[in-house]
């Protein structure tokens, strides 16, 4: 049961670019939307994260819009950089809980 | 990076044999969990622990145990592995509600094959 809709599957973004990625959800009950950031061969790391009280969070060249209305929140990576080729998952939390539930993931390739 | 080992970090077995994974953290965190990762599916939680000896089932536990004997130490078991178990395991850590936030810490994950 997939609670958490990600799309695209796989993004191309030249250097200096904007990259987008979308999240949905389904169950009202989440209190907490973090974004984490995978490089291959290595475990997630936490990029940056949004509670539902905010409609957006910027740290540095990342920012996170929410739409609670709409039950969308989505990443973007201004000036994009080949550095920051990965695969990107969001994820919410259920309210009052530690439990996370990540979307299918995002492969972003940034090119020179 | 946070103190998160797993062991073995590569793993080819056999089908029908058993299976253990070990997460080992060093951070005191109170919460472990043990995720698996497959293309087109992301992370799906297997099974977490909220404390020693305290455990329970996340979206996948099917075919698999866990113990929790430690804080710092969090077992994954195949008890029968399937070739369907061939995926990589990723432990995760965090200080839970509790904490400053809300953050999981992930180790560096175990590639299983099961042929």
């Known amino acids: 049961q997939q609670q958490v809709k990600q799309s695209p599957q796989s993004l191309i973004v030249q250097k200096g670019g904007i990259s987008i990625i979308n999240c949905a959800y389904e169950?009202?009950?989440?209190?907490?939307f973090p974004w984490y950031q995978q490089f291959p061969g290595k475990g997630p790391a936490l990029l940056i994260a949004?509670?539902?009280?905010?409609s957006e969070k910027k740290e540095g060249r990342f920012t996170i819009s929410f739409n609670k209305s709409a039950k969308q929140f989505s990443l973007h990576i201004m000036d994009s950089q080949p550095g920051d080729s990965a695969t990107y998952f969001c994820?919410?939390?259920?309210?009052?809980?530690?439990?996370?539930?990540f979307g299918t993931g995002t492969r972003l390739q940034v090119f020179p | 990076d946070a103190g998160i080992t797993q062991s073995p970090r590569h793993k080819v077995t056999e089908t029908g044999t058993p299976v253990t994974l070990r997460c080992h953290q060093t951070e005191n965190h109170r919460y472990m969990y043990w995720y698996r990762q497959d293309p087109g599916h992301g992370l799906r939680l297997i099974h977490y622990?909220?404390?020693?000896?305290?455990?329970d089932k996340g979206e996948v536990s099917d075919g698999y145990s866990v113990s929790r004997s430690k804080t710092e130490d969090f077992l994954l078991t195949l008890e029968s592995a399937t070739s369907s178990q061939t995926s990589v395991y990723f432990c995760?850590?965090?200080?839970?509600?509790?904490?400053?936030?809300?953050?999981?810490?992930f180790g560096p994950g175990t590639r299983l094959t099961v042929l």
């Open positions: 995760a850590i965090s200080a839970g509600l509790a904490g400053v936030s809300r953050e999981q810490f």
């Open positions: 169950n009202t009950a989440f209190d907490y």
């Open positions: 622990s909220y404390g020693v000896k305290d455990t």
């Open positions: 949004i509670r539902p009280d905010v």
């Open positions: 994820a919410a939390s259920p309210y009052n809980t530690d439990k996370l539930i």
